[in-house]
């Protein structure tokens, strides 16, 4: 059982950028995928990016075609956070952001529905 927490969103213009931040409390691990989400009102809640620690070789990462080349996904294993760094924002990425953490070792799952634990969300608002 993991408690989530995001923060740093707010309203920002087309073309500018916000890191979120997620802190999880409770037992995790590197190998423990952790991921984030988005939801518009109106529409289902859809992939954005994750990572997964791979011992020392490193972290893999996934990320959705709509943020590939402007977003980014990190973790810092040792304060159990991951980030979200977020460029050449678009008013299309206006949307609840969410974090989440999936209970299972070595895997990178896509699917909301593969992932256990989730946080409360954050706004992001983009204006053009």
């Known amino acids: 059982q993991v408690r989530l927490v995001e923060s740093g969103g707010g309203v920002v213009q087309a073309g500018g950028s916000l890191r979120l931040s997620c802190v999880a409390s409770g037992r995790t691990s590197s190998m423990n995928a952790m991921g984030w989400f988005r939801q518009a009102p109106g529409k289902e809640r859809e992939f954005v990016a994750a990572?997964?620690?791979?011992?020392?070789?490193?972290?893999?990462?996934s990320y959705s075609d709509s943020v590939k080349g402007r977003f980014t996904i990190s973790r810092d294993y040792a304060k159990n956070m991951v980030y979200l760094q977020m460029n050449s924002l678009q008013p299309q990425d206006t949307a609840v952001y969410y974090c989440?953490?999936?209970?299972?070792?070595?895997?990178?799952?896509?699917?909301?529905?593969?992932?256990?634990?989730w946080g409360q969300g954050t706004q992001v608002t983009v204006s053009s």
């Open positions: 989440a953490a999936d209970s299972s070792f070595r895997r990178l799952p896509v699917e909301a529905g593969a992932y256990d634990d």
């Open positions: 990572a997964v620690g791979i011992d020392w070789r490193g972290t893999r990462t």
